[in-house]
């Protein structure tokens, strides 16, 4: 007996009672839609059972969902050990780059490393008091003598006890480089006292000077020089003294010329771009004049200059 167009004729007939069997069941009633499926599910499986009964089959088996569980799904617990081995390792060393051989100078560079060449050494050029300065130098002084003795030798030999005596002048300058030609003019004056005779006696010196000098400049700082000089030079020189003999007063003159000689030391600080100050001191010595012996003057300049 061929079973297939048995079970097809019966599925057919199955779909077509279906919709009568809903409707006889249903109606126009209303109802919920968990009421409806369920009702259904019932008149299907009633009718299963009927088709199977008829086609000796086994009935439909309905399909029943799992319910879901309300309850939280809680994660698994894990082993110490493994909480451990999920836990980040110490960082990894960075990898130094490989080294690229330098063919030219047989070094070995990274290779995101652009080699230099080292700049040649040289040496700082300073710049010099010329330049610092000025080519020319025009300074007024004022100098206080250091108290000096004076020999007078005409009616013998006496040694008269001097005065502090002061000085002005001024000095005229060309620098060349660090070095510098000076044209010095000066006046000199100081008094003197003692005895001539076993009298009491007393006189004056004066001296003009021009002199001619070679001096060089040290830059300490850009403003702060050292500055030493060297001279020679002409001068005129009057020595007078006065003698009181028997209550009269015998005054005594003498003038000649002289040459000097000069060593000096001292500091020039500038103070603007044109001016600037001089504290130094300087050691002047002076030949003989007549009855009146050489002498050696210590003078303590300041003076205050304009440089262009």
């Not at 439909?60 to 909480?83: C, D, F, G, V």
């Amino acid at each position: 007996m061929n079973v297939l167009p048995h079970r097809i004729s019966i599925s057919l007939g199955f779909f077509c009672v279906l919709p009568t069997l809903l409707l006889g069941t249903f109606g126009t009633q209303e109802v919920d839609r968990d009421e409806f499926f369920r009702r259904m599910e019932a008149r299907a499986m009633s009718l299963s059972e009927k088709m199977a009964g008829l086609s000796g089959t086994e009935p439909i088996k309905l399909i029943t969902p799992k319910k879901e569980s309300s309850a939280p799904i809680l994660p698994e617990r894990q082993a110490p050990q493994q909480y451990y081995n999920a836990l980040p390792g110490p960082p990894e060393p960075e990898l130094e780059p490989e080294m690229e051989p330098d063919i030219e100078s047989n070094r070995t560079v990274p290779p995101s490393v652009v080699y230099e060449e080292p700049e040649a050494s040289y040496y700082e050029i300073k710049p010099t008091s010329e330049e610092l300065k000025g080519a020319f130098h025009l300074r007024p002084f004022v100098a206080l003598q250091a108290p000096a003795k004076t020999d007078y030798s005409e009616f013998g030999k006496y040694s008269l006890t001097g005065k502090a005596g002061f000085s002005v002048g001024f000095v005229g300058s060309r620098r060349i480089g660090n070095w510098t030609g000076n044209l010095r003019f000066g006046y000199l004056t100081s008094e003197y006292s003692g005895e001539v005779f076993n009298q009491p006696s007393s006189g004056e010196l004066e001296l003009l000077s021009l002199s001619a000098q070679l001096g060089h400049s040290l830059a300490i700082s850009e403003n702060l020089s050292l500055e030493s000089s060297i001279g020679i030079g002409y001068g005129s020189r009057t020595n007078d003294v006065s003698i009181i003999i028997l209550g009269q007063s015998d005054y005594y003159s003498s003038s000649d010329s002289s040459v000097t000689f000069d060593l000096g030391l001292g500091l020039e600080y500038k103070y603007s771009e044109t001016f600037s100050a001089f504290l130094g001191y300087r050691l002047m010595g002076v030949s003989d004049n007549g009855p009146y012996d050489r002498m050696t003057l210590h003078l303590f300049e300041l003076g205050l200059g304009a440089n262009f």
